[in-house]
């Protein structure tokens, strides 16, 4: 549980920011069109890093929410994908938490720990790892239902709303839905709603991307704290 918990953390990076959302907007694009244009920006998608806050809620036994801040950075090389998140305050204190995915193995530090735990197993879920970032639409189709409910402004930026079911039963287990508001001309993601349960859910937003950029030499690295 402890696993799944943390990867889903890693693949939620997210924030609540973005100040001027407008209504939502009449639906102008069906899915296939959506998917076709993440498909054309997913083939330019290199390297990403973006300012992320995630929001961790909780509504049962008692309403609960953590929110964590930090930077999150993403690569690909052909098929070889790599995440690195950097978290610097949960709520409002700092914190040295950290999780990176690299080969197929994901490494998670918690804040203050000198202890950089493994995770071998996190292989068979990268495209759960790297979704909104870079994914085109055929790697989403397969491995998620999708539905197309919309479009949204946020500033600027026209993004997709898309509703993903996992394929995969197990993901399911754990991870009722993903809503995720998706610039498909870049082939990032603004804002995702991860539902875990009735529950639970985490709720993210991504700001301040750089697209293409040199990234610092330790976005995929972890060293003890002490």
């Not at 036994?61 to 930077?71: E, S």
């Not at 996190?122 to 919309?150: Q, R, T």
């Not at 500033?155 to 509703?163: C, F, M, Q, R, Y």
């Not at 082939?187 to 700001?207: I, N, R």
Request: hydrophobic share 40%.
């Amino acid at each position: 549980m402890r696993f799944r918990f943390k990867l889903v953390l890693v693949a939620t990076l997210s924030l609540v920011l973005l100040p001027s959302r407008a209504a939502l907007a009449a639906p102008q694009d069906d899915l296939k069109t959506v998917l076709a244009r993440l498909d054309a920006a997913a083939a330019s998608f290199h390297s990403l890093s973006a300012d992320v806050e995630l929001d961790v809620i909780a509504t049962d036994p008692m309403p609960d929410k953590d929110v964590f801040k930090g930077v999150v950075y993403y690569d690909r090389k052909g098929n070889a994908f790599r995440c690195g998140v950097h978290f610097s305050q949960h709520d409002g204190k700092p914190s040295t938490e950290a999780y990176t995915y690299v080969g197929g193995v994901l490494y998670l530090r918690d804040s203050g720990s000198d202890q950089i735990k493994p995770y071998p197993q996190a292989g068979k879920f990268e495209s759960y790892v790297m979704l909104g970032f870079g994914a085109s639409g055929k790697e989403l189709l397969a491995k998620w239902d999708i539905k197309y409910i919309g479009s949204e402004n946020f500033g600027s930026v026209k993004t997709a709303i898309l509703e993903l079911v996992a394929k995969d039963p197990d993901i399911r287990k754990n991870l009722s839905k993903v809503t995720i508001w998706v610039d498909p001309d870049r082939a990032v993601s603004l804002k995702q709603v991860f539902t875990l349960s009735a529950t639970s859910s985490k709720v993210g937003l991504y700001s301040n991307f750089k697209l293409n950029q040199s990234l610092p030499g330790d976005a995929f690295t972890l060293k003890a704290e002490h």
